[in-house]
């Protein structure tokens, strides 16, 4: 039997002894814990009898007490000797174990004490002092008392009410009408537990309800109970039995009212806990055991744990003796096999160490076996055929095929012939092959193996097969390598420039014909040379330095002089490269350089460089030149932060003098001036000559603009002087355009002399024979201007315009009376624009008409597709004072409406600017009216921001007029902002105008406005602008504020209390940013000055009356704001923080009564109803 079985039937009766353990242990345990269960069921069944006891027990107490007290209802008066013949009797009729005494407590008040003494007289019941003395108001003191067991009792005349635990059982028994138990009553130390047990008496009053009377009352010793209970309960371990009675369900050890045994250190896993309940009243019973193991059986665990492990020892002795048994039988058979393992394991070392010699050996080691009848096999192939030929060995074992097949078609018939060669003669085999591998590629096979004849006559070949691709390859490679390099040779022999080579030592290796030719030698006198031979030192120095550059790894291409043998500078562009020794290009093993002859390219460059650069008659800067030094000049004042000056000069009357007197006469002139120009200005600075008769000057390293000046009146000068030409006298002047470099926006060298060149035909415009100074800004603005209008265009063709529409409607019906159309630009980059983006851009050019034209076509488009959906609106449209005042503007409105003859022109609202009447009034008021007559409705736009004539009133035909809404905005917190808007509601209603307020932001804007007439409006408050489809669900969606149709018109005599109102608003507030923030000044508003009081001061005294308290209130207000000014000069922030905001409180009051005033019913005495707050802080 092996190690591991021996160790495993060991391991087996280990588990089987560790199994039975285990098993015995777990059923003991369990076992115990049945036992240890039924325990705590006997106990728990012991707990629920003495629980059930003690329930009878009380109830029986209970039905004591009621039963005296039904004595009570039972007769009209019960005197002390009734009262003790009662307790007689029921003490000898049951046992009262546990009640010592019982009696009657009489309530009775304050106001009956001396009626009821008389009558306690008046029956012979005497004797009685009521205690602890004092009045009272109740009284509820013991009249009757009968012992019954003669240990506790009252004493008489005590009243029960001063004792709190009694007089709470007194009034819940009282409330319950049922037996309530007191709490346990506070004794001498070792005195029994003794509480007391009520039942309520009532008698007829003559009343709705029966009158309390008394208590019947029962002393209770909750020991003797207890102990007597316990006695009926026998238990044959009551000497280890722990029983405790709380007063109520916590086991605090105040609260402990009853114990018997003694208190156990821990609690047992017996406890149980009952609560005991008499009407509300709990006692908590905690039954314990002091030595819960009394109380278990553990006879039967006892016997489980002796069986179990008797049981398994057996086991485990059966098992070891047959362990034992198999052990013996089998080290015999062990011995035996071992030997042969061991011959075994000699031989397998062997072949694994062939194996592995044949494995490492690069190629494959065979044997190869040809038979006389042909066929072919490989006995035995190392595993390097898979590395050849990707097979594996068994597969050529009893076949050579798959090797054969692998064999190229080129190469298999020489193989062959060698195999039987050697096959033939007995000679080694030794031959190279290719063969085509599985991925395709072609290899390079050596074969070499000694053949031997068997007696069968087959002939077995041993030997080896490597790869020799690599060898193969790079021969071929090398071959190929000699051919090319000779022909390559032959190649540059032909090519007219210098080749060369040279090593690292500076020593020719190689040149070709030509540069044989220069050099005037052959290759066997150059290879080993160095440049000192052949050219002067200067020169060959030079080379060196060059040559040192490529070794380091350079690539140079440089140009070489070298004087030729005839004196004649020649001059070489030479190019050389580092010949490197591997692909790695990690170290350099000599150069290689061509040489050509640029002599003559050298010498036409600078003829052209001569001719593109520079003017042929004034020899000065050409335009070509002069963009070269412009940029070089803009560069240098970036660099040095300077500013430079390019001045434009044409000449004035040279085209008259060319023609009077002919080209060369203009020539002569140019030149003189030309020269005269050069000279004054100063070195650095560039003239060139641009075209005929025009010059550019670049003026460099200027201060500012202004050190400029001198410079260009002296080039003015230059050109004005006269040129003596053979005794006439010619003389031209000069105009110049200067622009300054660098400006705000980064500009190219062409933009400089376009601003220039615009600057000089301004001089020209001027008078001439002066210069003019380019406006930067102005051409900023023109270009910015332009731009604005092409992408403007480009937005109107490729129609990303848009129009959004806001809501107008009644505050107070919540109709919706119309809608403003409001043009957007849906722009591709930056998205949505308001009209501020691009609109002032239009304003008075042409596009502004095509614009206002596409508006209404828009507006009337949607007009009609909101007329098929069932909903029927009003459209108002802007118009632009240029579209208002075309001569033709009536008649193209016409032609726009006629292409929507299915539309009410009275649903199209033409709002006008009130500045864009400006100019002929009485033109455009007739246009207006024409466009009445079309059916149009006109409104007066913006109303206020100009001059709000009354003249533009009476003769502009507009139904309606909107308010602006810089006059709507502020009204909440400037009074002036509210009495301006009240003026101008009032001027467009004297003339018979609907009135409108835009910008109503708030429901508080809403309000104001109703409250002073105004109920159309429309702004952010209401709605936003908002896209066409979004409308008609808006609309109907959309409901006023709630209190809005309520919300009445104030009187216009009480208009100055709500200006007062919006006065005393602003005034909390600039308040509150002085405190938020140091340094602000205070403001100030005297209580004199304010409008409240101004206006007060006017009224009478019967219209002063209502306003007692308002006057109150704003007197209080202005005190309290002078405290809070003093404690913030003081520097008190706390102090002054807190009676802001007692300042806020009384300002919220104030507001409430300046609303209860401003309200009409309330004024009229009738109630107010549903009414808006005033803003308050």
Known sequence: MSRLSTFALHSISWLVLAGGLTFTSVAALSQKQQQDERAVQEFSTLADRLTLKLRERLSGYSLLTRSSAALFNASTMVTPADWQQFAARIKSGQSLDGIDSLGFARFISEQERHTHNATLKKNNIAGYTISPPGKRDNYGYVLYQANLNNIASLPSGLDLLTKPPLRLAMERAAETKKTIMSGKLHTATGTPSVMVLFDAVFKESGQAEQALYGWVFAIMNVNDMLSNILTGLPHPHSQWLSVKVYDGNNAAPAALVYQQGEAADTVSPLQQQRVIDLNGHQWLLVLDSLKP???????????????????????VLLLRTSLNTRIRATQLAEQLSEDIRRQETRFN?????????????????????????????????????????????????????????????????????????????????????????????????????????????????????????????AELALKSANNQTRHFREALDHVSSFIYMKDSRFRYIYANRAALEQFGCNSTTLIGGQDEQFFSSEVAHALRES???????????????????????????????????????????????????????????????????????????????????????????RRHQQCLAVAYLDLDGFKAINDTHGHNAGDKLLMTVAARMKDVIREGDTLARVGGDEFVAILLDLK????????????????????????????????????????????????????????????????????????????????THHESLEHIRHALHNGEFVLYY????????????????????????????????????????????????????????????????????????????????QSDFVERLQQLLGHYPDINPAWLELEVLETSTLGDLAQISERLRRCRQLGLNISLDDFGTGYSSLTYLKQLPAGMVKVDQSFVRDILEDPEDLTILDGVISLARAFGRSVIAEGVETIQHGDMLLRIGCELAQGYGIAHPMPAADIPKWASAWKPAPHWASLAKTDRNMLP?????????????????????????????????????????????????????????????????????????????????????????????LTAELERVLTPSSRSHHPAGIRPRLRTV
């Open 806 to 885: 806001q809501p107008k409607v009644n505050m107070r019906t919540g109709q919706l009376v119309g809608a403003e159309a409001l043009i957007r630009w849906q722009h591709p980059q930056q998205g949505l624009l308001t009209p501020a983006h691009f609109l002032p851009a239009i304003e008075e050019h042409p596009m502004a008409i095509e614009v206002g034209n596409w508006v209404i076509d828009a507006a009337l488009q949607q007009i009609r597709e909101w007329r098929n959906q069932g909903l029927e609106l009003v459209v108002s449209v802007n118009l632009g004072a240029r579209q208002l005042r």
């Open 349 to 473: 070392q062997l072949e694994n160490r062939f194996k592995t010699i044949a494995s490492r050996v690069p190629g494959m080691i065979f044997e190869f076996r040809l038979q006389s009848n042909g066929h072919s096999s490989f006995p035995y192939a190392s595993d390097g055929i898979h590395r050849l030929y990707g097979i594996h060995p068994e597969q050529v074992k009893k076949n050579a095929a798959p090797v054969f097949d692998a064999v190229h078609s080129d190469d298999m018939e020489e193989l062959i012939n060698s195999m039987h060669h050697s096959a033939h003669t007995l000679t080694p085999w030794r031959h190279e092959f290719r063969i085509t591998s599985n991925d395709g590629r072609t290899r390079w096979l050596q074969g070499d193996a000694l053949p031997q004849r068997e007696e069968s006559g087959a002939t077995n070949w041993c030997g080896v097969i490597t790869d020799m691709t690599y060898r193969k390859e």
């Open 704 to 783: 500012d603009t202004h050190h400029c000046k001198p410079q260009l009146s002296r080039l003015l000068q230059a050109a004005a002087k006269p040129v003596d030409m053979d005794g006439l006298e010619l003389k031209v002047t000069a105009s110049l355009g200067v622009t300054f470099y660098p400006q705000p926006e980064e500009l190219e060298p062409d933009q400089l002399l376009r601003q220039a060149d615009q600057a000089m035909y301004q001089a020209k415009l001027s008078g001439k024979n002066r210069y003019h100074l380019f406006d930067t800004e102005q051409d900023r603005d023109m270009r």
């Open 1057 to 1149: 209390l709500l200006y007062a109102g919006i006065e005393q608003m602003a005034w909390i507030e600039s308040m509150r940013s002085a405190l938020d923030h140091p340094g602000t000044p205070w403001p100030q508003l005297s209580r004199e000055h304010s409008r409240f009081e101004t206006w007060y001061r006017q009224c009478s005294t019967e219209e002063r009356a209502p306003l007692t308290r308002l006057s109150g209130l704003h007197q209080q207000l202005h005190e309290l704001a002078s405290r809070l000014h003093a404690s913030h000069q003081a520097g008190q922030e706390q102090q002054a923080s807190d009676e802001f905001q007692e300042l806020c409180q009384l300002h919220r009051q």
């Open 547 to 637: 040559d040192n550059r490529v070794l380091a790894g350079e690539s140079l291409s440089e140009e070489v002089e070298i004087m030729g043998k005839d004196g004649r500078r020649i001059v070489y562009m030479d190019v050389k490269t580092p010949i490197f020794d591997d692909p790695e290009q990690q170290e350099i093993i000599g150069l290689i350089g061509i040489r050509t002859d640029i002599t003559l390219l050298k010498n036409s460059e600078q003829q052209l460089r001569q001719l593109a650069h520079f003017d042929p008659l004034t020899k000065l800067h050409n335009r070509v030149l002069l963009s070269d030094r412009l940029n070089q000049a803009m560069s240098q004042a």
């Open 293 to 315: 193991a009394a109380f278990t059986d553990n006879v039967p665990t006892l016997l489980t744990l002796t069986a179990g492990f008797a049981l398994t020892l057996l086991l």
